[in-house]
């Protein structure tokens, strides 16, 4: 029944006059052009987020949404550097995030995190050494019961991956070797992880039919390709998913843009 902004600190409202204040003046990650931003409502109403103020960096913050009720929940780097919480994804009451602090000295990429809202309950999801959450900011999706990530395990490229269990399994090398189905474009390209219903729905190249729609329902025969966006090897060309513009599911159905030589920019 209210909405939360950031707006010279973080703000909330229920539509009215006197329900619209402040909760503090600590700073917001507003990287607005990015998709899947550090923000996430548990089930019991708390707001998670990314926040920072005069004593600390970029850390995991909680509100009731009350001005007492708002404050930095963990200190995950302690220091003057900031963990930088991103990626948010809730599943249930749990909120899956990456960050870049880890108890294993050897991790030099983002670590993988989850959180009920507890001090006690923010944990590392520890991950093999040579296993990373690829892509900034590192697209998480739940679907079907299961997290899915853009994984790397310098074996393979970036390919789409789950958590069982607490252990990362590959679901499908899309494109065998170490190139990665799944490898933006560009340096302003992102990945894009979306959930339609009960499947991941993502754009892969397969080195083959270029960069299209895939499916997946978590195992490697439910791993398929379902778009032919455009004919043979040339990647579509999909700036709304793959760039900056967010794309948005509703209903069972993903909209999206992508633009062809003959109708230009069109909406599918």
Known sequence: GVIYLAAG????????????FQLGPMSIWQ????????????????????????????ELWISDGTVAGTHQLVDLKPGTEGSGPWSFELAGSTLYF???????????ARALWRSDGTVTG????????????????????????HLFLVGYDGVHGAEPWVLDAGVPRLVRDVRPGPEGSLAPYSFYSQFMLATVDSRL?????????????????????GTVR????????AAAQLEGLIGYTTHHVHDGRLYFRNWSTAGGQALW
């Open 122 to 145: 923010t944990v590392e999801i520890p991950l093999p050494t040579s296993f990373y959450v690829q892509g900034y900011p590192s697209p998480l999706a739940w679907a079907g019961g």
């Open 9 to 20: 600190g973080l703000w909330r409202t229920d539509g009215t006059a006197v329900g619209t």
């Open 201 to 221: 729905v993502f754009f892969a190249d397969d080195g083959v039919e270029g960069l299209e729609l895939w499916a997946s329902d978590a195992t490697e025969a």
């Open 98 to 108: 990456t960050a870049e602090a880890s108890a294993d000295p050897n991790r030099t």
């Open 226 to 233: 379902v778009s032919n966006l455009a004919p043979g090897a």
């Open 31 to 58: 990287a607005t052009h990015y998709r899947g931003m550090p923000f996430a409502v548990l089930p019991s109403g708390d707001l998670l987020f990314s926040g920072t103020s005069t004593s600390s960096d970029w």
